[in-house]
């Protein structure tokens, strides 16, 4: 029995290191993504469920498992707007950087709230990875470099454990999703399909039938049958791509955009609230100049603070005004019917940003990695932590 | 083809014709993603029966739907009403038909429509 246990305690603390190893990323870059994290949020993804304090109560349908399942109804409309002006602020503050680590933990929490009475409309929606993954940062250094007021740096070890996390939490949200499609997708059965069932239920029912949507009845629906596997693989492979390393991820946040971005042209489902999920394992810091500046450098040679920190202000009030007059909206100020299609569109544009800047990384970890095994095979290095994976941080 | 769905209709105003209504306009600022959950309720205006849900395991949950008041009632007929005036129709009927869609695989067109359960609301 105590055989068993260590050997299990053994493979788990392996398998924690090597999800450790691919998922890590340095101060600067996580610094530069709480920034990008900030700006997208105002932007595209603004905290707004203050709309369900003014829907009837005669729609309240909580999931049985919930905290709304408590609650006999929808909360007034007042306090549902002061929990959207909070959250507002809160992302203005993770941007400038004042109190990240809190800040970061209070959203989350507050979101985790707020949306389970949005979700009390019958219907659980995909944006808790963004919320989950946001949590997971609060507990690394994203609060520390580019920061006005900068978080206590945490322990690296936990640094590393909790982008482990968010990655491990990616790939069980697909898997689960993989599973299930596996067990009603995977058949021989020509006359169903997985994405067609999707596709005319998107079409017939909400009128989805914008940018490559029509072009979907001219292709075999055989070929949709092809399609249907492929997502299953695609859902179920991250927890593999997780282990076999950093660049093997890396493909796997790539081909995961791509899928969204064909969802978005074909279905017409704007998953742009995955972006912020994939890019925190991205090294930014490669965007902006040399990765290997210190945190203390970096904070010192942050000459764009002062927009930054205007920006954000200004989108806070923005939000806040539009509030206050009885209005709202989550992307980019836009109200009514109108935001369907501009969502839409403008997610396009994200994706294609978010696949480019993933790809760009991949990129240059490939070559870094050629480089440095064909240095390798010249000569031994002189220090031994001078690898690829050290380069990038 | 066939495709079952779950569509509103608002009578034209001034007219004795029934017209589609689009979920996401209709719906709007709820987003359209949760218009089938909540079609499929009948917006709560009527009592929906108990719901089955089969586990992985094979163990079958059974919930009872929330019983709504009437004082809810009155307050959806009158958020519906109001969606119905903003969409140009009469605001004083809502009806929601669960039908079959039969349409043409090789370019989506709509061949015929069949009503399978009409329900049709007073909002008045």
């Given at each position: 029995m105590t055989k068993s246990l260590i050997f299990i305690e053994r493979n788990l603390t392996i398998i924690w290191q090597r999800l450790e190893d691919t998922c890590s990323n340095d101060a600067r870059s996580l610094g530069l993504f709480r920034i990008f994290w900030g700006m997208y949020m105002l932007l595209f993804f603004t905290p707004y469920c203050a709309f369900v304090g003014q829907v009837p109560q005669a729609f309240y349908n909580p999931p049985v498992l919930s905290l709304a399942s408590l609650f006999p109804g929808f909360p007034p409309y007042w306090l549902m707007l002061a929990g959207d002006l909070v959250r507002i602020w809160l992302v203005v503050l993770i941007t400038i950087g004042i109190k990240t680590r809190f800040c970061t933990i209070v959203l989350c929490l507050l979101t985790f709230l707020s949306e389970n009475f949005l979700y009390s409309l019958g219907k659980i929606n995909h944006d808790i990875l963004l919320w989950a993954v946001a949590l997971c940062l609060a507990f690394t250094d994203w609060g520390v470099p580019y920061a006005l007021v900068p978080d206590r740096?945490?322990?690296?070890?936990?640094?590393?454990?909790?982008?482990?996390?968010?990655?491990?939490?990616i790939a069980f949200g697909f898997f689960t999703a993989g599973f299930e499609k596996a067990l009603r997708w995977i058949n021989f059965d020509l006359s169903t399909g997985g994405f067609l069932s999707w596709f005319y239920g998107d079409w017939y029912v909400l009128d989805r039938r914008l940018l490559l949507a029509p072009l979907v009845f001219r292709v075999p629906p055989q070929?949709?049958?092809?399609?249907?596997?492929?997502?299953?693989?695609?859902?179920?492979?991250?927890?593999?791509?997780?282990?076999?390393?950093?660049?093997?991820?890396?493909?796997?946040?790539?081909?995961?955009?791509?899928?969204?971005?064909?969802?978005?042209?074909?279905?017409?489902?704007?998953f742009y609230t995955h972006?912020?999920?994939?890019?925190?394992?991205?090294?930014?810091?490669?965007?902006f100049g040399r990765l290997t500046v210190g945190v203390s450098a970096a904070n010192a040679v942050f000459s764009w603070r002062v927009p930054v920190i205007i920006c954000a202000i200004i989108l806070g009030a923005a939000h806040t005004a539009q509030r206050l007059k009885g209005g709202?909206?989550?992307?980019?100020?836009?109200?009514?019917?109108?935001?369907?299609?501009?969502?839409l569109y403008v997610s396009l544009v994200l994706l294609v940003l978010c696949a480019v800047?993933?790809?760009?990384?991949?990129?240059?970890?490939?070559?870094?990695?050629?480089?440095?095994?064909?240095?390798?095979?010249?000569?031994?290095p002189d220090d031994a932590r001078s690898g690829p994976d050290m380069a990038d941080r | 083809?066939?495709?079952?769905?779950?569509?509103?209709?608002?009578?034209?105003?001034?007219?004795?014709?029934?017209?589609?209504?689009?979920?996401?306009?209709?719906?709007?600022?709820?987003?359209?993603?949760?218009?089938?959950?909540?079609?499929?309720?009948?917006?709560?205006?009527?009592?929906?029966?108990?719901?089955?849900?089969?586990?992985?395991?094979?163990?079958?949950?059974?919930?009872?739907?929330?019983?709504?008041?009437?004082?809810?009632?009155?307050?959806?007929?009158?958020?519906l009403s109001a969606r119905l005036k903003e969409s140009g129709c009469d605001d004083s009927v809502l009806r929601i038909t669960q039908e079959v869609v039969t349409f043409r695989r090789s370019d989506g067109a709509e061949i015929a429509v069949r009503s399978e359960n009409d329900k049709i609301f007073d909002l008045h």
């Open positions: 740096r945490v322990n690296p070890k936990t640094a590393a454990r909790a982008l482990a996390t968010a990655g491990v939490l070929l949709f049958k092809i399609l249907d596997y492929a997502a299953v693989a695609f859902e179920l492979s991250p927890f593999f791509c997780l282990l076999a390393g950093r660049t093997a991820w890396r493909v796997w946040l790539l081909v995961a955009t791509c899928f969204h971005l064909a969802n978005d042209l074909l279905l017409n489902i704007p972006v912020p999920v994939y890019l925190p394992f991205v090294a930014f810091a490669r965007f709202g909206s989550s992307f980019l100020f836009v109200e009514g019917a109108s935001f369907v299609s501009i969502s800047m993933i790809a760009i990384d991949l990129t240059a970890r490939i070559s870094g990695t050629r480089l440095y095994r064909a240095s390798s095979r010249s000569a031994v | 083809m066939d495709i079952g769905r779950t569509s509103i209709y608002g009578r034209v105003a001034g007219h004795d014709a029934w017209t589609r209504l689009s979920p996401p306009e209709f719906v709007s600022p709820i987003p359209d993603s949760f218009f089938s959950p909540l079609v499929q309720h009948y917006f709560g205006l009527s009592p929906v029966g108990p719901v089955a849900n089969r586990t992985r395991v094979g163990v079958v949950i059974t919930i009872d739907p929330r019983k709504v008041p009437e004082e809810e009632v009155k307050n959806a007929k009158q958020w």
